[in-house]
């Protein structure tokens, strides 16, 4: 008889042990749904705020990074013109040479070059990942390096030989060249008077363009990407 009580008493508590639990992972798993959905529609929210079109993809915005050191200077030449694109070969010590930066000789002993600059691999020890730095002599690099002022001038060069006549036209090859997209109205405006301001003689306008194209390459737009 007791024993038929202790059953009888077990059974109800094994089923409500059984129905509480089932509960529970249903609640559990409404919740989840209700935080992922309120999840997703956030991240909408937020990338729209920063991209003001509607997402297309699941993955957001990529967050901003520099160039590193070899995609930097293969693209100064590129847009200059001047880069050689063969395969193979020995490695180069100049700096002011039209190959790949992947050729550019590594001297372990050499702390003061271009690479290390701007942030290449420490070729003395294993490292995991490269740094991200910004400091004043990445800017005078770009503003008075004889290799980047070679190139400045061979898209000026570049510019007067591949795009049409006309102010406007220029600017906008230069946008769709170094950029990939169109100037707005406010960088037609300023791109004109600034090629305008160099004089009137021929000299004084190839050094407008000259400045210009340096200014845009030295861009955060042309350095960075999005």
Known sequence: MAARRQHGRSRPIAEITALSRQ?????????????????????NVLQNQFTGTKPKSRYGRMNRRRLEAEPLRDSLLAVAGSLDQGMSGPAIRELDNRRRTLYL???RSDRNNYRMLFDAADPVGIVEKRIDSTVAPQ????????????????????????????????????????????????????????????????????????????????????????
């Open 139 to 226: 800017a005078l690099f770009l503003l008075n390096h004889p290799f980047v002022m070679a190139q400045v001038k061979a898209l000026e060069r570049r510019l007067d030989r591949e795009a049409p006549a006309g102010d406007r036209n220029k600017i906008e090859w230069l946008y769709q060249s170094l950029y990939g997209r169109s100037p707005t109205a406010e960088e037609f405006n300023v791109g004109c008077a600034a090629v305008s301001s160099g004089g009137t003689g021929s000299v004084g306008t190839m050094d407008a363009w000259e400045q210009y194209c340096h200014v845009l390459l030295c861009a955060n737009e042309f350095v960075y990407v999005d």
């Open 23 to 43: 509960k529970e992972t249903s609640e559990g798993a409404e919740s989840r749904a209700k935080i992922s959905h309120w999840l997703c529609r956030a991240s």
């Open 105 to 107: 000789m590594t001297i």
